[in-house]
T-cell receptor, first 118, second 111 residues
Framework: GAVVSQHPSWVICKSGTSVKIECRSLDFQATTMFWYRQFPKQSLMLMATSNEGSKATYEQGVEKDKFLINHASLTLSTLTVTSAHPEDSSFYIC??????????????FGPGTRLLVL | AQSVTQPDIHITVSEGASLELRCNYSYGATPYLFWYVQSPGQGLQLLLKYFSGDTLVQGIKGFEAEFKRSQSSFNLRKPSVHWSDAAEYFCALYNFNKFYFGSGTKLNVKP
């Protein structure tokens, strides 16, 4: 099946710094990528939908200036957590959608990036 | 509003025993339902999905799930669990280009 990678898998940073997370579709072109956030013992929550060449669509309650998303190519989307604070510590997962009919699409998920803000 | 509930946070079964992971959903119409598995350090892998038709869905690795509209459930089953099945399992509902995930069930397998 299709492979999605994320880098880094683990990041620890100081409060106030910015962190960039990369999501790559390795063997297919993804016009749409998704960013999720998962707190311990909770569901994956969709943060934003990233479309190649256009602005991301953010879910209600997600600060677009805090979580910058760039989808500059068909195989790469980046999530930048700006001025990170301890409450941003979480597990961030991306997924990439393969082309196809909307009701039978398949999303491939990356392995996730664990962010710890000190 | 749609939602997915996985009532069991942790489940432990013995290797070779049968398994059933529960999933309940809330949605007004016929849902698109999925089961994913996540091993440590790995991405979510699709086990099976239900869109319509036969309510018993077969997936990979010997898993199956049954859609029961009357109970708003989509429970995952496997007749004989292997040690390699130890992982976290997520049930999800798909609607309007979005996935709504349950909180996951962590499966431990005893030798």
């Amino acid at each position: 099946g299709a492979v999605v990678s994320q880098h880094p898998s683990w990041v620890i940073c100081k409060s106030g710094t910015s962190v960039k997370i990369e999501c790559r579709s390795l063997d297919f072109q993804a016009t749409t990528m998704f960013w999720y956030r998962q707190f311990p013992k909770q569901s994956l929550m969709l943060m934003a939908t990233s479309n190649e060449g256009s602005k991301a669509t953010y879910e209600q309650g997600v600060e677009k200036d805090k979580f910058l998303i760039n989808h500059a190519s068909l195989t790469l989307s980046t999530l930048t957590v700006t001025s990170a604070h301890p409450e941003d510590s979480s597990f961030y997962i991306c997924s990439a959608r393969t082309p196809g009919l909307a009701d039978k699409e398949t999303q491939y998920f990356g392995p996730g990036t664990r962010l710890l803000v000190l | 509003a749609q939602s997915v509930t996985q009532p069991d946070i942790h489940i432990t079964v013995s290797e070779g025993a049968s398994l059933e992971l529960r999933c309940n959903y809330s949605y007004g119409a016929t849902p698109y339902l999925f089961w994913y598995v996540q091993s440590p350090g790995q991405g979510l892998q699709l086990l099976l999905k239900y869109f319509s038709g036969d309510t018993l869905v077969q997936g990979i690795k010997g898993f199956e799930a049954e859609f029961k509209r009357s109970q708003s459930s989509f429970n995952l089953r496997k007749p004989s669990v292997h040690w390699s099945d130890a992982a976290e399992y997520f049930c999800a509902l798909y609607n309007f280009n979005k996935f709504y995930f349950g909180s996951g069930t962590k499966l431990n397998v005893k030798p």
